[in-house]
């Protein structure tokens, strides 16, 4: 019989998790190696990447850190030259940082759409061409990039930053079927509301926390370790026949038509 709980277990994998200093990026280094996984935590903020890597190895994981500028394709190339150095071979590599700027369309200046371009659809394409490079070189490894809820619901303001998470998905897609012949697989996450430190002004405003957890159907926001459990699955050989796939993991909040209203009315 298959062992399932051998199918989740990490131990003996190597990853590298970029965006690992917060949220998303920071709780998935952890779940990865709480699983057994030797992780390069690697961030724009070396302080913050150095700090996620102590927390790993205070529960006794095993983990280092990097720097790195996701947006820029140089930088991510000199990660994953540093993980070829320090990693017999790479079974799992995650990108998380992604970057909004909250503005209409005719609001929207040069800059501002080049910077969100190039973080989060160019950044994406960085990381794949880096780390895909040397998963199809030794012939396994799994990808997993961060897409958003953002990409398939929308609101005023957010036309730019969901159009490049739904450029991911895609790109997810089309990765996904160029190297699947080399036991490569790729898969990203979409999270909808994330309780981290970035969020945290959010709970000063309890109209708009309370709005956006009411989005959801369990009327609150998620956990980023909620989310990294997710990255968890995909890395894992659980998850050996995943590819080209976006997993939602949002709550619910793309299953029901906006807020799910009249609940406590029902219930009585």
């Known amino acids: 019989?298959?062992?399932?709980?051998?199918?989740?277990?990490?131990?003996?994998?190597?990853?590298?998790?970029?965006?690992?200093?917060?949220?998303?990026?920071?709780?998935?280094?952890e779940a990865l190696a709480a699983l057994g996984a030797s992780v390069l935590c690697a961030d724009w903020s070396l302080d913050g990447a150095q700090e996620t890597?102590?927390?790993?190895?205070?529960?006794?994981?095993?983990?280092d850190a990097a720097s790195c500028d996701a947006a820029s394709a140089a930088d991510v190339a000199s990660l994953a030259k540093?993980?070829?150095?320090?990693?017999?071979?790479?079974?799992?590599?995650v990108t998380t940082p992604g970057?909004?700027?909250r503005k209409t369309i005719l609001d929207y200046t040069e800059e501002d759409l080049d910077r969100v371009i190039?973080?989060?659809?160019?950044?994406t394409v960085w990381f794949f061409q880096a780390f895909g490079r040397i998963m199809v070189e030794q012939k396994v490894g799994s990808l997993i990039a961060c897409s958003s809820v953002r990409a398939v619901t929308i609101e005023p303001g957010l036309a730019v930053y969901g159009s490049t998470k739904a450029a991911i998905g895609l790109l997810v897609q089309g990765f996904?079927?160029?190297?699947?012949?080399?036991?490569?697989?790729?898969?990203?996450?979409?999270?909808?509301?994330v309780e981290t430190a970035l969020t945290a002004p959010f709970k000063q405003r309890p109209d708009i926390y309370n709005l956006y957890a009411g989005h959801t159907v369990f009327n609150r926001w998620?956990?980023?370790?909620?989310?990294?459990?997710?990255?968890?699955y995909l890395a894992s050989d659980a998850a050996s026949y995943v590819?080209?796939?976006?997993?939602?993991?949002?709550?619910?909040?793309?299953?029901?038509?906006?807020?799910?209203?009249?609940?406590?009315?029902?219930?009585k």
């Open 1 to 29: 019989m298959t062992d399932y709980r051998k199918l989740f277990d990490l131990t003996g994998k190597t990853a590298v998790v970029l965006g690992a200093a917060s949220g998303i990026g920071k709780s998935s280094a």
């Open 53 to 63: 890597v102590s927390a790993i190895r205070a529960s006794g994981g095993s983990a």
């Open 82 to 93: 540093i993980a070829r150095q320090i990693f017999p071979r790479l079974d799992i590599a």
């Open 99 to 101: 970057l909004n700027i």
């Open 118 to 123: 190039n973080l989060n659809i160019k950044g």
């Open 176 to 193: 996904a079927s160029e190297v699947g012949r080399h036991g490569v697989r790729v898969n990203a996450i979409a999270p909808s509301i």
């Open 222 to 232: 998620s956990s980023a370790d909620e989310v990294a459990t997710a990255v968890a």
């Open 243 to 267: 590819s080209g796939s976006t997993l939602f993991v949002d709550g619910g909040w793309t299953a029901v038509d906006g807020p799910p209203t009249g609940l406590t009315q029902l219930a």
